[in-house]
């Protein structure tokens, strides 16, 4: 078993440990020491990073037998350690701190919620950008909000934070947040006054370290409420992304920031009328292009040809309009290939459309299918003249 060495001090950066085994799991050379800092993947916690001696620790992983293997990254069998060597361990400390920064903030915020509504964690998971908790029953904003102040205060009242040890009878007694299942010595974190938390996970030493505990969002999940949220360092940096955003918006739009909401309204809204005219205009046009191609072909009754401009939903208003002329045929492509094709009759026509789109299918690829009144495709690849020629031999139609 590796004596963990963050169970007593979670702020000691360096340390020295001898090479119990050299191990290759999965590919990859992972260090047993006798004694670590490094903190595994835990508890909602995920694993430290740093060096050891001139090898990089990518992952810390705790195994059955309460030892800790530190993965090394790839390509370093070279400069492999042995049994029985002594290193010197760095843990990446910016990383560590913010894992410390977040879970403290879990403890107090998880707290608020129990103290203050009898909303209890259920869970907790610390990600790359932000943390969140799944509360036993769901919170209003108001209620967010509560919690979220009460932690506040704490955090700026800057509570002691102790780390004690008990046996499982003795921890029994004591006013736990939330009982633990673990038999023999539990580690306890103690936030004064506040909450007191079986935990294995490493935290600051007063609340005031936390910096600042500000909710994200907030959901509702499983029956309760999934909060999101973010402390210290990474608080700042959503301030930061939040001042810039607004600072963006602030130009773009020509207006004070708490009046973004309100300009995008009338963005939106003019947006909406600008694709009511746009639709109108564009069916109008295809009303236009539809006639002016069935005048054309009023002899064979048959149209074909290609579109530049026109997207499948275009061919499709065109050729349909067409086809309102009974005995009228239109097969219309897309230009530049690939094309999308949209095949149409109207009655009194005899043309399967749903065949000619299979055979236009099978010489230029695609794909698409429909019925043999309208059949409509798309990915045509070749040159779209030569598609046009196909389809009129299909047809039966003389090019003049």
Request: hydrophobic share 40%; aromatic share 6%.
């Amino acid at each position: 078993m590796t004596e963990r060495l963050y169970y007593t001090d979670p702020y000691l950066r360096e340390f020295d440990a001898r090479v119990v085994r050299v191990d290759d799991v999965d590919g990859h050379r992972s260090v047993v020491l006798d004694r670590t800092a490094f903190y595994p993947t835990s508890g909602g916690q995920p694993f430290d990073m740093g060096r050891l001696g001139d090898l990089r620790v990518i992952e810390v992983i705790e195994d059955e037998d309460g030892s800790l293997r530190h993965v090394i990254e790839p390509g370093v069998a070279e400069r492999a350690c042995q049994a029985g060597d002594t290193l010197r361990g760095i843990i990446d400390w910016d990383r560590r701190f913010d894992h410390m920064q977040q879970h403290t903030g879990q403890h107090v915020l998880s707290a608020a919620f129990d103290t203050l509504l009898e909303a209890r964690t259920e869970s907790f998971h610390l990600g790359t950008a932000s943390s969140t908790i799944d509360l036993g029953r769901e919170v209003s904003p108001a209620e967010i909000a509560r919690a979220e102040a009460d932690a506040n205060r704490i955090v700026w009242e800057d509570r002691p934070v102790a780390i004690r040890f008990a046996d499982a009878a003795e921890a029994a007694a004591m006013p736990l947040r939330k009982e633990s299942g673990r038999e023999g010595q539990l580690r306890l974190i103690d936030v004064e006054g506040y909450d007191l938390s079986a935990c294995g996970g490493t935290h600051v030493a007063r609340t005031g370290a936390i910096g600042i505990i500000a909710v994200a969002s907030w959901e509702k999940f499983r029956g309760g409420s999934r909060i999101e949220f973010v402390c210290g360092g990474r608080a700042l940096r959503a301030f930061h992304a939040l001042r810039d955003t607004t600072a963006d918006n602030v130009r773009l739009l020509s207006v004070h920031a708490r009046e973004i909401p309100e300009a995008i309204q009338r963005l939106q809204a003019d947006t909406k009328d600008a694709r009511r005219r746009i639709k109108d205009l564009h069916a109008q046009l295809a009303g236009h292009e539809a006639a002016a191609l069935a005048d054309v072909a009023s002899e064979s009754r048959v149209v074909v040809g290609a579109l530049e401009g026109w997207d499948q939903n275009g061919l499709k208003t065109i050729a349909s309009a067409i086809c309102e002329r009974e005995g009228y045929t239109a097969v219309l492509f897309s230009a530049p290939s690939p094309s999308a094709v949209v095949i149409a009759r109207g009655k009194g026509a005899t043309t399967d459309a749903a065949a000619l789109l299979k055979k236009l299918t099978e010489n230029f690829g695609g794909k698409g299918g429909g019925r043999p009144e309208l059949a409509q495709g798309g990915g045509l690849v070749g040159e779209v003249p030569e598609m046009v020629a196909f389809s009129r031999s299909l047809l039966g139609v003389v090019t003049s």
